[in-house]
């Protein structure tokens, strides 16, 4: 008898479980792939170790804050932030016909952009800000305000509102065209007013921290152990059964596998609170070149960009949407005196799942090549072309994002509706994770630790 089953080894999973184990809980987790992290992972293909996932880790502060999502989970999980090493952004970019905006982890740079670009919203930019540093994170009536009602009684410029959008909805928003204000604040935070960096070693070095304390501290980690459902009776959790026949008892589930994605697991025919599926995923096409970045002229750690003055933010029709996306290259933080190795470009664009479901495994892979280079065309539109010095190239797919995540639909980000709390209509079946609410690598772990804390350790 478990005292917490754990249903993945992703972020929130392995935050949750270390969180538990501390408290002497007897903790299983639970995956189904042969490896952890779920879509923030890595792998081996011809030589070359490559991360998914992870571009950056958002909420870093400087060293020795004490207040804010890194500072918490860090004490909470009882893991130095030297641990993870984390190297800030060189600076990154939101690129918009006609506009560059720049901005770094000193907050004054993106202010001072925007009065230079934007002068008459400077004063409307400061007002933003206010009330986004005022906002409380436990408020839940503001997940029901519109960000777009919001920013148009704020800020009176639309150019400026759709540049904010782009990189935040890339980075955190389920929601198709709009976002609700309090995920909005989250990321605003997250990313602008905190700031963005990476460990050098890629999303492998957290992972490997979070294992390695997990098992420390006795919790049992089960790869390759997929649970087929979660066994209720008289409206409560009993256990699991596991996709091998083996039944698992424990006194409560704590499931990362997603809101409609638990629900189905469930064996007791109830009714439950349906959620939409989220519509949102994504391609990314990862290439190796011969040369860092830095030396074909391109600095940006990250570039958000947009082909018009209005950002769509929808499932798109076409299997991609190249009118805009994320570019990032790992080499673009600072990384001290490390030495880099061959350089690395990222780009990321909205995907349209029914069209890469619906192929049969050899035109899957020849729509790969033509759509990597679709994408790689519209993103040298703004970062130097770096084509002639590619050694290698991979792509991923929403069909690859179900693979690693579950996600009905590839979802990146889940359903939009979000069950802040983690209750479920079981009174010992409980949500972290995406479905929570909080997203990123970040925003998983403290998801993973807010849940453990709230529904596991007190009773």
């Given amino acids: 008898m478990y005292d917490t089953i754990i249903i993945g080894a992703g972020m929130s999973g392995l935050a949750a479980g270390i969180r538990l184990a501390y408290f002497d809980q007897r903790v299983c987790i639970l995956e189904k792939h042969t490896t952890i992290g ?32 890194l500072a918490r989970l860090l004490k909470q999980l009882r893991i130095s932030r030297d641990d993870f090493q984390i190297s800030p952004q060189l600076g990154s970019d939101i690129v918009f016909p006609g506009v ?52 148009s009684e704020l800020i009176s410029d639309p150019l400026l509102v759709e540049m904010f959008f782009c990189p935040l909805m890339f980075y955190g928003s389920a929601r198709e065209h709009d976002m609700d204000w309090g995920q909005f604040s989250i990321m605003f935070r997250s990313i602008f007013m905190e700031g963005l960096g990476r460990p050098y070693a890629g999303v492998r070095l957290i992972l490997k921290h979070l294992v390695r304390k997990f098992r420390g501290l006795g919790g049992e980690l089960k790869l390759r152990t997929g649970v ?24 409560r589930v704590l499931s990362s596998a997603g809101w409609p994605e638990t629900m189905r697991m469930c064996d007791d025919g109830q009714p439950v ?6 519509r949102l995923s994504f391609c990314e096409t990862i290439a190796a070149l ?28 076409q299997p991609c949407d190249v009118r805009s996306g994320v570019i990032c290259s790992p080499n673009n933080f600072d990384y001290g005196d490390a030495l880099l ?36 065309d519209s993103a040298v539109r703004f970062v130097p072309d770096y084509r002639h010095r590619v050694l290698d190239t991979d792509m991923f797919t929403p069909t690859t994002v179900v693979r ?27 949500i972290c994770g995406t479905d929570q609410g909080f997203v990123g690598i970040i925003g998983s772990i403290v998801s993973g630790i807010g849940m453990a804390n709230m529904h596991c350790l007190r009773d």
């Fill in 341 to 376: 190795g061959e350089g690395t470009m990222r780009i990321t664009a909205l995907a349209n799942f029914d069209f890469w479901n619906g192929l049969d495994e050899r035109n899957y892979e020849l729509e790969k090549l033509r759509w990597y280079d679709r994408i790689t």
């Fill in 38 to 69: 779920g879509l923030n992972s890595f792998y081996r293909m011809r030589g070359r170790d490559y991360d998914v996932g992870l571009h950056a880790l958002t909420n870093v502060t400087p060293k020795g804050t004490k207040r804010g999502p």
């Fill in 290 to 317: 011969d040369v860092q970045p830095q030396e074909l002229g391109h600095r940006s750690t990250i570039t958000f960009y947009n082909d018009s003055e209005e950002f769509t933010w929808t499932k798109p029709d």
């Fill in 100 to 151: 560059r905006l720049h901005f770094s982890n000193d907050f004054e740079r993106l202010r001072s952009e925007i009065a230079r670009e934007f002068p008459k919203q400077i004063d409307n930019f400061d007002r933003l800000v206010t009330q986004i540093a005022e906002y409380d994170d436990l408020d839940e009536t503001h997940q029901a305000i519109s960000a777009r009602e919001r920013l």
């Fill in 228 to 251: 087929k459902q979660i066994q209720v009776e008289n409206g409560h959790v009993s256990g699991v059964l596991l996709e091998n026949g083996e039944q698992l008892q424990a006194r």
């Fill in 404 to 430: 690693f995540t579950g996600h009905e639909g590839g979802a990146i980000y889940g359903t939009p509706e979000k069950q802040f709390d983690g209750r479920t209509h079981l009174d010992n079946l409980f």
């Fill in 273 to 278: 609170v349906s959620r939409a599926t989220g």
